[in-house]
């Protein structure tokens, strides 16, 4: 799949997300704990992954050994989920794992009500 292919696939994902937590009453606007996961079958890579993540201040990544062969990163970042900001992180984020060789799964949040 090309880049321009798996950003489409993406925006749409996140559109997707942001109709769900809308009907759920979420207040986009309101700032929260917003996490991006990423999975690997290898530790070194994941490590590295975090580690450039964190050094950069692009947020806050720790790893987490899911299986005996499967790792995963989350990046926490605190802001808000509007269509567009979450659309930049979510893109940027796919493009440090296609960099990094990482596989992006996405981002989740808890549903903010003002």
Not at 18 to 29: E, I, S, V
């Amino acid at each position: 799949m090309t880049m321009f292919e798996l950003l489409t696939q993406t925006a749409l994902a996140d559109a997707d997300l942001l109709r769900k937590n809308d009907a759920m009453g979420d207040t986009f606007t309101m700032a929260r704990e917003v996490d991006f996961a990423f999975e690997t079958k290898d530790e070194q890579r994941a490590a590295d992954f975090a580690e450039f993540v964190n050094g950069k201040s692009y947020g806050n990544a720790a790893v987490r050994k899911i299986t005996d062969d499967n790792f995963q990163v989350l990046v926490l970042i605190t802001m808000p989920i509007t269509q567009h900001l979450i659309g930049c992180v979510s893109g940027f984020m796919l493009c440090l794992s296609r960099l990094l060789q990482i596989e992006y799964l996405g981002w989740g949040s808890v549903v903010q009500k003002s």
